[in-house]
């Protein structure tokens, strides 16, 4: 069983609309929770971190956390063409070490 | 700014020939890691160094090697390169939050 498990995608959306991308996670002691976004050939770059349950917001992103389901979600409200990348979730156990999910394709579509 | 640099950037190379990946940092962190990423298999860490001449494996080490000789350098060491070591490597230093990673260009390498 995976430890950090997403959707591959691609998850397409219209323009404008809501993309909604989510990650399941098996390590219960996990503390910390973060979002990359990935463009093709390029290094994945922080847009969201999250470390208590419940929303976070920040612009247009809102990240969710339900420590009890185990499951952290990403929302990105007005969704631009320019959002489309994979996004990859990361959970962080307590230690150095970092977990990451294999990624969620969103295409947004002009 | 924060500035991780990973040298080289490209490389084809082939079997058992030893090669070195640099990393350097600006910012005087003491925790730098090293990932691959793969399709399908996603960002997997190899190693990582909480300071200087402190460093523990990741999820897959093998076959690679690390040192820390000093805070800003991270080099990631291929001693016998095989094939299954064709990927992207990225390096990575904590960020501005806790917990948050700031990660280098990236460097392809390919073994034939």
């Known amino acids: 069983q995976k430890e950090v498990e997403q959707n591959s995608g691609p998850l397409s959306v219209p323009e404008g609309a809501i993309a909604s991308l989510n990650c399941t996670y098996s390590d219960r002691v996990s503390q910390s929770f973060f979002w990359y976004r990935q463009y093709s050939g390029k290094s994945p770059e922080l847009i969201m971190s999250i470390y208590s349950n419940g929303d976070k917001e920040d612009g247009r992103f809102t990240a969710q956390l339900n420590k009890a389901s185990q499951y952290v979600s990403l929302l990105i409200r007005d969704s631009q063409p320019s959002d489309s990348a994979t996004y990859l979730c990361?959970?962080?156990?307590?230690?150095?070490?970092?977990?990451f999910g294999t990624g969620t394709r969103l295409k947004v579509l002009a | 700014e924060a500035q991780v640099t990973q040298n080289p950037r490209y490389l084809i190379t082939v079997t058992g020939k030893k090669l070195t990946v640099t990393c350097s940092q600006n910012m005087n962190h003491e925790y730098m890691s090293w990932y691959r990423q793969d399709p399908g298999l996603g960002l997997r860490q190899i190693y990582y160094?909480?300071?200087?001449?402190?460093?523990d494996k990741g999820d897959v080490p093998e076959g690679y090697k690390v040192s820390r000789k000093e805070k800003r350098n991270f080099p990631l060491i291929l001693e016998s390169p095989s094939p299954n070591q064709t990927s992207l490597y990225f390096c990575a230093i904590m960020g501005r939050g806790p917990g948050e990673l700031f990660f280098g260009e990236g460097s392809r390498l390919t073994v034939l």
């Open positions: 990361a959970v962080n156990p307590g230690t150095y070490k970092y977990i």
């Open positions: 160094s909480m300071n200087v001449e402190v460093t």
